[in-house]
């Protein structure tokens, strides 16, 4: 079957790093993405990942992949307040045409100063 | 460049009755696929439209329609609305040529109220 899993919730404080994790089912995903949502907004693409990278790094994002356990991470190096928000894993599966996006139900992401 | 438009961006109706919600793609893509994003979870796919058809839809009842105009803007239609289709509706829009590594480009949503 299809599923994404988070974790709901993740606090950090303004400065340190955060680790964002997920897990997905599908093994013929190509693409896996991380997405943002600020309250009342649409989805922001942060990053994505091909299935055949095990890393990326784009400024202060890095996301790992490790294929064999089906496990997504985003980490966010010297997290600010503005970084507070909803983060969406999503896997983007072969099916059809475009392939439909399967998402998680995202992790809340808070940042004390 | 204008991203994804969608109108209106707040919606309120009433249980039974009918909404149409509206999708402008990013200049350049030519698929618009629509997903439900219920409140405290993540956003479900719906459907997709290329070439005025629909290609791939989701687990949803027939009472979601849709359609695709030839200038590629989309329009979504609920029929006998039920309190549990509250939700935000966000259009997304992609080039179809090839898959892009870029993912879809999401509007802002339309969030409905049922009451």
């Known amino acids: 079957g299809e599923d994404v899993e988070q974790s709901l919730f993740l606090s950090v404080r303004e400065g340190d790093s955060s680790v964002i994790n997920c897990t997905y089912t599908d093994s013929s995903s190509t693409y896996l993405y991380w997405y943002k949502q600020e309250p009342g907004a649409g989805l922001q693409l942060l990053t994505y990942i091909f299935s055949n990278m095990d890393m990326k790094q784009d400024q202060r994002l890095t996301v790992l992949l490790n294929k064999k356990d089906k496990h997504l991470s985003l980490r966010i190096a010297d997290t600010q307040t503005g970084d507070s928000a909803i983060y969406f894993c999503a896997e983007r599966l072969n099916g059809g045409s475009q392939g439909n996006l399967i998402f998680g139900k995202g992790t809340k992401l808070s940042v004390k100063p | 460049d204008a991203g994804v438009t969608q109108s209106p961006t707040h919606l309120i109706k009433t249980r039974g009755q009918q909404v149409t919600l509206r999708c402008s793609p990013k200049?350049?893509?030519?698929?618009v696929s629509w997903y439900q994003q219920a409140l405290g979870q993540g956003p479900q796919f719906i459907f997709q439209y290329y070439e005025e058809e629909e290609r791939q839809r989701g687990n949803f009842p027939d009472r979601f329609s849709g359609h695709q105009f030839p200038n590629y803007s989309s329009e979504l239609n609920v029929n006998a609305l039920l309190l549990g289709d509250s939700a935000l509706y966000l259009c997304?829009?992609?080039?179809?040529?090839?898959?892009?590594?870029?993912?879809?480009?999401f509007g802002s949503g339309t969030r409905l109220t049922v009451v």
């Open positions: 200049s350049g893509h030519d698929t």
């Open positions: 997304a829009s992609s080039p179809h040529q090839r898959p892009t590594r870029n993912g879809y480009t």
